[in-house]
């Protein structure tokens, strides 16, 4: 899609659907206007604070260094376009230690401290449980990028929404054909013991039995584990897939010591690149992972069919064609993840355009513009792909991708549609009072 030649045009709070769809669709296009015909009150009015919650201690650091990253790319951009509604956009980021307690006092934080406009940017999904009644009670909208389901299960409030990245049940649901079809049908699962890891537990476990397959066994790690080595004799010897996701610093411990445990002899591997997301895939010890697969939310590697909206995603965050930093290429970004920062700020851009945003008693008007949206097409603003945004569930789907470690590469071997990710509605937010 080429961007817009027109300023994205503003509306209401009472915005049609079809309004604030034309406004997401816009996405960045103030950003292709002449300096003369972009906002020039930008500079002097007060800035947006977007309140960003990130994990920059304990077990999320890497992604929230990389979630720090891109969204300090994509605010900038959206300020050389002349910002939202005439008014730059201020990143006030709060470390929450990956604890939910902690979380929940950073959003306290970014109302009566700060003075925020709303939260953003919420990973591990135990943190996004534990913060998310407090941004209720408070009335600040709480935009995620997790994976987990409990947004969409109806567990937390209208208030909170992720409308930037998709969810566990409606990736694993698209997943599961594949690798029923295609590596197996008795499974034996390895996940970390929270939130996250039980999605992955309850929904693929649905997903692989509706394909006629199996789950041996269920094996829950802790996820501030340091060593994997005890808990893998549990592995069933009739496996013939084993489905692996671990988050946290030492997830390159835990793919190292999976391959000594299985030697020359592994069963077919099927991976969530959490398992790898900040580790380089040609790093010693990993050579056993040729021929193994992995979900990637977002292609890390450069593939041949790279679309132009990636191209310039990369370029924008600083990262090459093998996902590392362009400046340390030691340093791997945590592709598969991170472009949900960047379009969820680019959701709450069109949102605040569509609802006329214009200070925190809009904050209910913002809420039901992006309620509002539904399609929202591949662009600059959605370099992962289209997608379609429930505005009753408060959740997106997407495009899920499915690589094979082929040459030391991720070469990616399918891509899922978006209806293979869809799910009847477990809830709708919109009833629900302000």
């Given at each position: 899609?080429?961007?817009?030649?027109?300023?994205?045009?503003?509306?209401?709070?009472?915005?049609?659907?079809?309004?604030?769809?034309?406004?997401?669709?816009?996405?960045?296009?103030?950003?292709?206007?002449?300096?003369?015909?972009?906002?020039?009150?930008?500079?002097?009015?007060?800035?947006?604070?977007?309140?960003?919650?990130?994990?920059?201690?304990?077990?999320?650091?890497?992604?929230?260094?990389?979630?720090?990253?891109?969204?300090?790319?994509?605010?900038?951009?959206?300020?050389?376009?002349?910002?939202?509604?005439?008014?730059?956009?201020?990143?006030?980021?709060?470390?929450?230690g990956?604890?939910?307690?902690?979380?929940?006092?950073?959003?306290?934080k970014?109302?009566?401290?700060?003075?925020?406009?709303?939260?953003?940017?919420?990973?591990?999904?135990?943190?996004?449980?534990?913060?998310?009644?407090?941004?209720?009670?408070?009335?600040?909208?709480?935009?995620?990028?997790?994976?987990?389901?409990?947004?969409?299960?109806?567990?937390?409030?209208?208030?909170?929404?992720?409308?930037?990245?998709?969810?566990?049940?409606?990736?694993?649901?698209a997943?599961?054909?594949?690798?029923?079809?295609?590596?197996?049908?008795?499974?034996?699962?390895?996940?970390?013991?929270?939130?996250?890891?039980?999605?992955?537990?309850?929904?693929?476990?649905?997903?692989?039995?509706?394909?006629?397959?199996?789950?041996?066994?269920?094996?829950?790690?802790?996820?501030?584990?340091?060593?994997?080595?005890?808990?893998?004799?549990?592995?069933?010897?009739?496996t013939?897939?084993?489905?692996?996701v671990?988050?946290?610093?030492?997830?390159?411990?835990?793919?190292?010591?999976?391959?000594?445990?299985?030697?020359?002899?592994?069963?077919?591997?099927?991976?969530?690149?959490?398992?790898?997301?900040?580790?380089?895939?040609?790093?010693?010890?990993?050579?056993?992972?040729e021929?193994?697969?992995?979900?990637?939310?977002?292609?890390r590697?450069?593939?041949?069919?790279?679309?132009?909206?990636?191209?310039?995603?990369?370029?924008?965050?600083?990262?090459?064609?093998?996902?590392?930093?362009?400046?340390?290429?030691?340093?791997?970004?945590?592709?598969?993840?991170?472009?949900?920062?960047?379009?969820?700020?680019?959701?709450?851009?069109?949102?605040?355009?569509?609802?006329?945003?214009?200070?925190?008693?809009?904050?209910?008007?913002?809420?039901?513009?992006?309620?509002?949206?539904?399609?929202?097409?591949?662009?600059?603003?959605h370099?992962?792909?289209?997608?379609?945004?429930?505005?009753?569930?408060?959740?997106?789907f997407?495009?899920?991708?499915?690589?094979?470690?082929?040459?030391?590469?991720?070469?990616?071997?399918?891509?899922?549609?978006?209806?293979?990710?869809?799910?009847?509605?477990?809830?709708?937010?919109?009833?629900?009072?302000?």
């Open positions: 899609m080429s961007t817009p030649k027109n300023r994205p045009e503003t509306k209401p709070a009472g915005t049609t659907r079809r309004g604030a769809m034309k406004t997401l669709a816009a996405g960045l296009g103030a950003a292709s206007l002449p300096m003369w015909a972009r906002y020039t009150n930008a500079q002097t009015a007060e800035p947006i604070k977007i309140g960003f919650q990130v994990h920059r201690t304990g077990i999320g650091a890497a992604y929230g260094r990389w979630y720090g990253r891109t969204t300090e790319a994509a605010a900038r951009l959206i300020n050389e376009g002349g910002g939202i509604n005439g008014r730059m956009v201020e990143i006030v980021a709060e470390d929450d990956t604890d939910p307690k902690r979380g929940a006092e950073v959003v306290e970014f109302a009566s401290q700060h003075g925020c406009d709303l939260a953003f940017g919420t990973l591990f999904s135990h943190v996004v449980i534990g913060s998310a009644p407090r941004a209720g009670e408070l009335k600040m909208p709480y935009f995620v990028v997790s994976e987990g389901h409990h947004v969409a299960s109806g567990m937390l409030n209208r208030y909170t929404l992720q409308p930037g990245i998709t969810d566990v049940k409606s990736q694993v649901q997943m599961a054909p594949f690798v029923a079809q295609n590596l197996g049908k008795k499974v034996t699962m390895v996940f970390p013991d929270f939130a996250f890891g039980h999605d992955h537990r309850d929904f693929f476990t649905q997903a692989i039995e509706a394909q006629g397959g199996e789950v041996l066994a269920h094996i829950a790690i802790p996820p501030s584990e340091t060593s994997f080595t005890k808990y893998f004799p549990k592995i069933p010897r009739e013939e897939v084993l489905y692996h671990m988050v946290g610093p030492a997830v390159l411990t835990f793919v190292k010591e999976l391959g000594e445990f299985f030697g020359p002899s592994r069963p077919e591997m099927f991976g969530f690149i959490d398992s790898l997301e900040a580790v380089a895939i040609d790093s010693p010890g990993l050579e056993y992972l021929g193994t697969y992995f979900w990637e939310g977002n292609p590697h450069a593939q041949a069919d790279q679309s132009e909206h990636d191209k310039f995603f990369r370029a924008a965050v600083g990262v090459n064609d093998q996902g590392a930093s362009i400046s340390d290429p030691s340093d791997v970004s945590t592709y598969a993840h991170m472009f949900g920062c960047w379009e969820t700020l680019h959701v709450i851009k069109a949102g605040m355009e569509a609802s006329g945003y214009s200070g925190t008693q809009d904050r209910a008007a913002l809420i039901e513009a992006v309620e509002a949206m539904t399609d929202m097409p591949e662009s600059r603003a370099p992962q792909g289209a997608k379609l945004f429930n505005g009753k569930t408060h959740q997106v997407g495009h899920q991708y499915i690589s094979k470690v082929t040459g030391g590469k991720l070469l990616c071997v399918h891509k899922t549609s978006i209806e293979d990710t869809l799910y009847p509605d477990e809830t709708d937010y919109t009833t629900q009072p302000f």
